[in-house]
């Protein structure tokens, strides 16, 4: 199993709509090979629910087949689930729910998409040691691992208890959403140091969507600005990176992909 974050990976919010698209497993499976992905990440949970990729028995199942195929073109699947805490008592229950789906889907891994602001994670440090601290322990009792994806700069959600998930994390992935910035390289450097306090590991989220909140303008900007967040992040000697996300991604931003090898300088 692949307990920490390597290589280039990639977000997956809706499952459907992408084998729907990539004409099935076999067609998903080879654009991610083509891609030169090392990992697929793929919603589970909201809170304590389970997400629709894994709504009923047949969608487990075609969960499952996905998550076969990836593995045995060496591809890794982790799971990532957006808790909301509130109480301790509800923290604690998105804890176990995730920890439990880990399990029965044989995931390498979870990531903690653990945000700040309005409509994401709110009841301060223990409500987040609550739920962070009984699913790090869970995961690494099943030697899984554990990151968390949260906003780049932290410090812009002072009520954010950023620091309580980060120390439950093996690795840190900032969502460094660079497409309404002046560059990429203004947003990442910004990003590397809002993050610098913290000693764990940093796996950067680049844009590969084009909208508001971060997304790029264009399908051609897109591309580029992925070509060049590839750069840099291998530049810095990042052990990793993913992007946000495949259904939203451009063709044009596919080919990039494609065309650039995941450690090139």
Same mark, same amino acid.
């Given at each position: 199993m692949a307990t &920490?974050? !390597?290589?280039?990976?990639?977000?997956?919010?809706?499952?459907?709509?992408?084998?729907? &698209?990539?004409?099935?497993?076999?067609?998903? +499976?080879?654009?991610?090979?083509?891609?030169?992905? !090392?990992?697929?990440?793929?919603?589970?949970?909201?809170g304590a629910k389970a997400y629709e990729n894994i709504?009923?028995?047949?969608?487990i199942r075609t969960f499952m087949e996905v998550r076969d195929a990836l593995k045995n073109e060496g591809i890794s699947v982790w799971g990532w689930q +957006? %808790? =909301?805490g509130g109480t301790v008592a509800n923290a604690t229950a998105e804890a176990e729910c995730v920890a439990k789906l880990a399990d029965t889907l044989k995931l390498d891994g979870v990531l903690m998409d653990a945000e700040g602001g309005t409509g994401y994670f709110t009841g301060g440090s223990a409500v987040a040691e609550a739920y962070a601290a009984r699913l790090a322990d869970h995961l690494s009792? &099943?030697?899984?691992?554990?990151?968390?994806?949260?906003?780049d700069i932290p410090a812009n959600? %002072?009520? =954010?208890?950023?620091s309580t998930f980060?120390?439950?994390?093996q690795m840190n992935a900032p969502? +460094?959403?660079?497409?309404g910035s002046p560059s990429v390289a203004n947003r990442l450097d910004r990003a590397i140091a809002a993050n610098e306090s913290f000693d764990t590991p940093l796996v950067p989220v680049g844009a590969a969507w084009i909208g508001d909140g971060g997304g790029c303008?264009?399908? !051609?900007?897109?591309?580029?600005?992925?070509?060049?967040?590839?750069?840099l992040v291998v530049q810095h000697r990042f052990a990793g990176y993913s992007f946000w996300h495949w259904q939203g991604a451009p063709s044009a931003f596919w080919e990039v992909l494609i065309d650039t090898p995941p450690v090139t300088t």
């Open positions: &920490t974050i !390597s290589g280039r990976c990639m977000f997956v919010w809706r499952l459907a709509p992408i084998l729907k &698209t990539e004409l099935g497993i076999a067609g998903m +499976v080879a654009k991610a090979k083509a891609a030169g992905l !090392s990992g697929v990440w793929i919603k589970i949970a909201d709504r009923d028995e047949t969608a +957006v %808790p =909301y009792q &099943t030697k899984r691992g554990l990151a968390i994806c949260g906003n959600f %002072p009520k =954010y208890p950023f980060v120390g439950h994390a969502q +460094v959403y660079y497409g303008a264009t399908a !051609s900007a897109c591309a580029e600005r992925a070509r060049e967040f590839i750069r």
